[in-house]
């Protein structure tokens, strides 16, 4: 049975296939277009040699199902689901144009604290909203990640495949979509429980997102190793902290406290929602914001004359063997080399880009300076 579509055919009497994006192990992925509303969306086809697949056929339902319960902005939207005229099935989706967050990992390594903030509370907002829905993830990792331009602004997180994500509405509670002793997951980013194959409910991701603040900060997961010698560190090892894998870089210790209670072996022991991880990543940001506000200065002060001292970042040391790890002016900016978003350019881009890398210049220069100025004092 084939499942391949063509340029030009029309999808369920209202969406136009123009290309195709990619093609992953389950499925094709294309772009269309809405016939009336001119919109483009994405739309992912499962092959047909999973058409007769149950265990695949379920995953690719419950993909549908999960996401199109969890209505937020930082979780792809889903539009349609159904089956093409040869019997395959097929979710429609909204079309994002963006990068994912394992390219970003491998082309710079651990992020600015900053961006790692920035991304944490986003996928924060969004699990809580997953859990409030019903519905566990199981799978949160680099790359079911999307970082997207949105109205000019940049790092915007889509969550996507909830291909394995578990339902806890009371029509799909008690049952099991896995057969006993097989895991779901990704090793590295698994919790305790879902790699002894317990019940798992929000806090499970909760875990999961505690890996991924760990990776972001550092460039590398908690645990590596074979995939069993993972698993069984998952369950026993106690997890390193991020500013222990980072001796040249600063890390808060607020950052290693947040990261370890997500990463707590008992669910109980952890940020019981999402909710509350947010708003630890939150006041943590907003400590960090206040202090390079105390540095700076009151904004606009007469007399002030900024100091022309190169720097790095606020959280650098006077110690040149050192790297910063925190960066913040006003927006939050990056000194690191960030992956463009692709089909996304232009000159007034390239304009706001530049006016937006003075800025950042001239602030960072005046945090030095007062930096300095600590130092000596102390």
Known sequence: MSSELTSGQVVAGRFRIESVIGEGGMGMVYLARHLTLRRQVAIKVLKGDYDSDEAFVERFRREAVAASQVAHPNVVAIMDFGQLEDGALYIVMEYLEGVGLDQVLDASGAQPLSRVLSIMIQLADAMDTSAAAGVVHRDLKPENVMLCDVRGRRDVVKLVDFGIAKLLSPEHRGKRSTLSGQIFGTPEYISPEGAMDLEVDGRSDIYSLGVLAFELATGDVPFVGEGSEVLRMQVQKPPPTPSSRMPRRLIPPAFDGIVLRCLAKRPEERYQTAAAFCRDLLKLRG?????????????????????????????????PDREPVFTIAGELFSEEPRLEPQGVGGDAQGDQALSLAVCARELREQLHGARKEIAFSA
Request: hydrophobic share 40%; glycine share 18%.
């Open 287 to 319: 400590q960090l914001a206040g202090m390079a506000v105390n540095l700076l200065g009151p904004a606009g002060e007469k007399g002030a004359q900024p100091r022309r001292v190169r720097t790095s970042g606020a959280w650098g040391t006077i110690s």
